[in-house]
């Protein structure tokens, strides 16, 4: 997979440059994107000031800037907008917020009240004309227009979490967009939000892409409204910087709802899946069982997916090669760490040069400097450790790796020809109580529900299976569900009847979701990463499990999921596939475009993918979108948002 530069242009780093312009009080803040060339905070080109922002914002802001890369830019509190906050009158004050009528009217009772300096305002999109009269007409009233220094519309309304991962951060997307308790005014609503945020993407990137999305339903409303906008936006059309357009892809969950319930075997997509994980924020619990009062600490860690180099480097891997490279390098990190040590307790090495003792003494200064570098990046790895530690901890426990295994032969097709085989395979892992949580059990049910024809008797069974193994005590007789299983059962068990009801009325997709690419490597690697992570769970002292020779061959980079092939095809141009039945839409051009038409003209090669998911997304399918990605073409990912397994599954239940 290719991993990008970090001095690309990436959405990251032109939504970083966006804010940092606004907290500019948008002069032109080119000069000061570098650090290093940043004047001191405080000085007359970084001025002190207050940023003050609704919750929608700070989730904007927070993936991007720490609070002394905030304070390095002048910020000296942030504050949000609809808390109690203490009049401070010499200092500007930044403000950050959605346009809602709401937020307008505390931003004029504050100017009113004259609780800062001038008042910048920074509306996260368009702000409504409406609204803007409204908002006026306050400040007028109340005499303190003078107050506002200036209105912008950023459209930044999008969360930004790495250089080639958004989301939209709108919460229980799927079940708002699919539940029967919407009606039309609503959907029509929810999906211009969604345009919005969408334009809010291509106006911070600056380029007009080209728009394909299925006939029909969400995807083509929102594509639509969304040419529509660009359309009518003069400078965006006039922008001709780039010769090559992007490729917008906008898709549906509907048409793949197993990618976001399966279990996955790569580093990221553990993490957001075993542990406590949120805007780039890993929280797990670490017992010590060594003292005679075993006591229990949360760990907290802020991850960079971008300038953390393991984490860059090993995020789309296997786990267990990501659990051998850690250990490699750590090693090698040490290592290094105790030359210089002894380097420095020792007076140097015995280097031959004209002047010993001067080529000793530079060595050794040369080995000093580099020592703080090479003690953070032990630090980082050493983070790793902990979160790659936490993860076996849950994977070993959950025998995560057979549900895996089993899931991914149900995906790939395996059972197609044999109903009963796969029944049997998924109730001797339903009815095991030993085997994974509530949780996994219920996955497993709704992948096999999502991929072969069982039927309806067959479904009932293995559902069956799984209520009577967690009703089971445990060995010691004390209960094996607690209350939070007991609701994620009842859950998981609404939305197993919500998707009989979809098979019942023919709306779900019967087509396997994963396209197998080794036909011959699916169970050797499969045996692999069960002996591995066998292996690793007995071996264990902190992670002392070397992986062997054939861990690169692990799942995880073998099947590819609908959305991969379907920008693979477009990317591609194939004939018979979706670039025939996808809608073709051009903000340039007026109307529909012809794909028949296109297809005796030379096409532009795509060198640049936006693939968007209407309905709610995943760490999973973003790592496997890599794989349309290579050396001349960048795939980012988005979508309305980010879910893991026991998210998407509670929205499912809720429709159920």
């Known amino acids: 997979m290719a991993q990008s530069s970090s001095s690309e242009v990436s959405l990251k780093s032109s939504q970083l440059k966006a804010v940092y312009r606004m907290l500019a009080f ?9 650090e290093f060339s940043l004047p001191p905070a405080g000085s007359s080109h970084n001025q002190w000031k207050i940023l003050i922002y609704d919750a929608a914002c700070r989730s904007i802001i927070s993936p991007l800037l720490s609070v002394s890369q905030l304070r390095r830019r002048g910020v000296t509190l942030h504050l949000l907008l609809n808390s ?14 959605k346009p809602t009528k709401e937020n307008l009217a505390i931003i004029a009772q504050d100017c009113a009240k004259g609780l800062y300096g001038r008042s910048h305002l920074n509306f996260v999109t368009k702000l409504e004309r409406n609204l803007m009269e409204e908002f006026a007409r306050l400040v007028v009233q109340s005499g303190s227009l003078e ?51 969408l334009f809010s993407v291509i106006a911070t990137m600056g380029k007009v892409p080209t728009i394909r999305c299925p006939k029909g339903g969400a995807p083509e409303m929102v594509a639509r409204k969304l040419n529509r906008m660009i359309a009518e936006h003069p400078t965006l059309l006039r922008n001709k910087s780039s010769l090559h357009r992007p490729l917008l892809v906008i898709l549906d969950r509907n048409a793949d709802l197993i990618t976001p319930v399966q279990h996955s075997s790569t580093y990221q997509s553990l993490i957001d899946d075993m542990l406590t994980h949120n805007a780039n924020r890993v929280e797990f619990s670490v017992t010590d069982s060594t003292s005679k009062r ?51 307790v020792g ?76 029944k049997k395979a998924v109730l001797q892992l339903a009815q095991d109580p030993s085997k994974g949580n509530v949780a996994d059990k219920l996955r497993l049910v709704v992948v096999y529900i999502l991929t072969t024809n069982a039927k309806s008797a067959d479904v009932e069974e293995v559902t069956n299976a ?36 979809l098979r019942a009325m023919h709306m779900l997709p019967m087509s396997s979701s994963f396209q197998e690419l080794e036909s011959s490597g699916g169970k050797a690697s499969s045996d692999i990463l069960s002996s591995f992570m066998a292996k690793a769970t007995t071996q264990a002292t902190g992670l002392l499990a070397k992986a062997t020779d054939k861990v690169t061959s692990m799942l995880g980079k073998i099947h590819k999921h609908y959305a991969t092939r379907v920008v693979e095809n477009l990317c591609e141009m194939k004939p018979g596939t979706e670039d025939d039945d996808f809608l073709y839409l051009d903000p340039k051009a007026r109307g529909d475009v012809d794909v028949a038409k296109l297809r005796m003209m030379q096409r532009a090669p795509v060198r640049e993918v936006i693939t968007f998911v209407i309905g709610g997304g995943c760490y999973s399918e973003y790592q496997n979108l890599q794989m349309a990605a290579n050396e001349r073409r960048s795939v980012s990912y988005g979508s309305t948002e980010l879910v893991n397994a026991g998210e998407f599954l509670a929205q499912l239940g809720t429709l159920g």
């Open 147 to 197: 107050g506002v220094a200036g209105l912008h519309d950023q459209y930044l309304d999008f969360v930004c979490l790495e250089k080639h991962l958004f989301s939209l951060h709108k919460k229980n997307s799927y079940a708002l967009y699919n539940g029967s308790g919407a009606n039309e005014q609503q959907i029509e609503s929810e999906m211009t939000e969604i345009a919005y945020g």
């Open 84 to 97: 109690e906050r203490e009049p401070i009158p010499d200092v500007p004050a930044v403000y950050f917020c």
């Open 26 to 34: 948008n002069e032109d803040a080119g000069a000061y994107e570098n």
């Open 347 to 422: 007076g140097g090495g015995s280097a031959i040069a004209p002047d010993p003792m001067a080529s000793s003494a530079t060595d050794l200064a040369n080995a000093v400097d580099s020592l703080p570098a090479l003690l953070d990046r032990k630090k980082q790895l050493e983070v790793h450790t902990s979160i790659l530690q936490a993860v076996m901890n849950q994977v070993a426990a959950r025998d995560v790796p057979q549900f895996y295994e089993l899931e991914t032969s149900l995906t790939t097709g395996s059972y197609k020809s044999d109903a009963n085989r796969a």
């Open 466 to 501: 799984v209520q009577t193994a967690m009703d089971t005590p445990k060995d010691d007789g004390k209960p094996r569900m607690d209350k939070a299983d007991k609701e994620i059962l009842a859950t998981g068990l609404k939305a197993i009847n919500y998707l009989k009801q």
């Open 294 to 344: 075993p006591k229990t600490t949360v760990k907290k860690f802020d991850l960079d997916p971008d300038a953390d180099p393991f984490y860059a480097k090993h995020k789309f891997h296997p786990f267990p090669e990501a659990i051998e490279s850690n250990g490699v390098d750590l090693q090698d990190v040490t290592e290094k760490e105790q030359s210089i040590r002894s380097k420095a």
